[in-house]
């Protein structure tokens, strides 16, 4: 026996498999992790029953998730999504790379054509770090930039911009918009009694300006109907409807992590436990599983790369120190001689009031 064992080591050694550890350790690797469950793949059946079309994806485009009680027709919806967009463009800093700009709406504009979608969408991107994107009435989309950086595959990219599509499809903002309305209608005659008369109606109006968060502001319904569209247009545009909850998930052990991470427009209506679940229970229900999916692209990681280079050169150059800035007298002369140029005994560069001698 001892032989035995002899000779298999001098074996080793003239074939120069010293790596015994190695060899052992591959033969019998260890167990790997336990993995969360809510991070698999929700099983899917090959075939579903929808009870209605609003569960159907094969009836898509042919069906109207926008109707209901509204005062708004969709000319007057765009009209309004257009002016509200001015709106947001004057006060945010804009992508305007080609490239991104292109991809990012080639992406939104796949999810359009594969949805109930009655307006044409304009899509852009917000030069922000913020993890967002929001669509106003009539279609008119943005998607900041901290979004692409944040999500890992076009797929997590598409779940997000596909729940905000549903949003502008199911007309939830004009819908929120009337039974504000509504509420103010209900107020007129108080209105018309009180100081005033029509001149305190107006007045009343001129205090409920429309501003681009006045159309964000969502129902827990509201948020789940826009998850159930969401899931199903991005399963009709090809992509793994498993993305959508991949990255929410993640979005909320970052909130875990380090509170503070879901942006303020998430935090009415966050990504909780109930949602995903949810969604899971939607993708298992009613979307028939696909022999493929597509879960990212090289493109995908391309603009990416390229937009995280944009948003560090803009960085960088906003911290240039060779940039012009506004500085006071003080500070110019301090530069000058080391020391602060003083004009009295306590004269710190601000300008002082005093007393003048009695009889002048």
């Known amino acids: 026996m001892a032989k035995t064992s002899r000779l298999i080591q001098s074996l080793l050694l003239t074939a120069g498999l010293l790596g015994l550890p190695q060899i052992l350790a591959a033969q019998n690797p260890p167990p790997p992790p336990p993995q969360d469950p809510n991070q698999q793949p929700v099983p899917q059946q090959?075939?579903?029953?929808?009870?209605?079309?609003?569960?159907?994806?094969?009836?898509?485009?042919?069906?109207?998730?926008?109707?209901?009680?509204?005062?708004?027709?969709?000319?007057?919806?765009?009209?309004?999504?257009?002016?509200?967009?001015?709106?947001?463009?004057?006060?945010?800093?804009?992508?305007?790379?080609?490239?991104?700009?292109?991809?990012?709406?080639?992406?939104?504009?796949?999810?359009?054509?594969?949805?109930?979608?009655?307006?044409?969408?304009?899509?852009?991107?917000?030069?922000?770090?913020?993890?967002?994107?929001?669509?106003?009435?009539?279609?008119?989309?943005?998607?900041?930039?901290?979004?692409?950086?944040?999500a890992q595959e076009e797929s997590e990219l598409a779940g997000v911009m596909a729940h905000e599509i549903s949003h502008v499809i199911a007309r939830h903002g004009t819908k929120n918009a009337t039974k504000g309305e509504i509420m103010q209608l209900a107020t007129i005659p108080l209105i018309l009694l009180g100081p005033g008369g029509w001149t305190g109606y107006a007045l009343y109006q001129g205090l409920n300006l429309a501003i681009p968060l006045t159309y964000l502001k969502f129902s827990r319904n509201d948020e789940r109907e826009a998850d159930f569209l969401g899931l199903q247009y991005m399963y009709k545009a090809g992509y793994d409807?498993?993305?959508?909850?991949?990255?929410?998930?993640?979005?909320?052990?970052?909130?875990?992590?380090?509170?503070?991470?879901?942006?303020?427009?998430?935090?009415?209506?966050?990504?909780?436990?109930?949602?995903?679940?949810?969604?899971?229970?939607?993708?298992?229900?009613?979307?028939?599983?696909?022999?493929?999916?597509?879960?990212?692209?090289?493109?995908?990681?391309?603009?990416?790369?390229?937009?995280?280079?944009?948003?560090?050169?803009?960085?960088?150059?906003?911290?240039?120190?060779?940039?012009?800035?506004?500085?006071?007298?003080?500070?110019?002369?301090?530069?000058?001689?080391?020391?602060?140029?003083t004009t009295g005994d306590d004269d710190d560069g601000r300008p002082t009031l005093k007393r003048r001698p009695d009889g002048q």
């Open 241 to 341: 409807p498993n993305a959508y909850v991949t990255f929410f998930e993640r979005i909320q052990a970052d909130e875990r992590r380090q509170p503070g991470t879901i942006p303020k427009i998430f935090s009415t209506h966050p990504p909780t436990p109930e949602r995903i679940q949810n969604a899971q229970k939607e993708i298992a229900r009613i979307l028939p599983a696909r022999d493929e999916y597509v879960v990212t692209t090289s493109e995908f990681d391309t603009v990416k790369a390229r937009l995280r280079s944009i948003v560090f050169n803009r960085k960088a150059l906003s911290n240039d120190p060779s940039k012009p800035t506004l500085r006071s007298k003080t500070e110019r002369d301090k530069d000058k001689t080391g020391t602060p140029t």
């Open 46 to 150: 090959t075939e579903v029953h929808p009870k209605n079309s609003k569960e159907d994806v094969e009836q898509i485009g042919n069906r109207d998730p926008g109707r209901g009680i509204n005062f708004y027709s969709l000319e007057k919806e765009i009209a309004l999504g257009k002016q509200l967009a001015q709106e947001v463009e004057r006060s945010a800093k804009m992508v305007d790379d080609p490239v991104v700009t292109e991809y990012v709406n080639r992406v939104g504009q796949n999810l359009v054509r594969n949805s109930d979608a009655k307006v044409p969408f304009t899509i852009k991107v917000i030069d922000s770090d913020v993890v967002n994107a929001f669509a106003l009435p009539g279609g008119f989309f943005y998607v900041n930039s901290g979004l692409i950086l944040r």
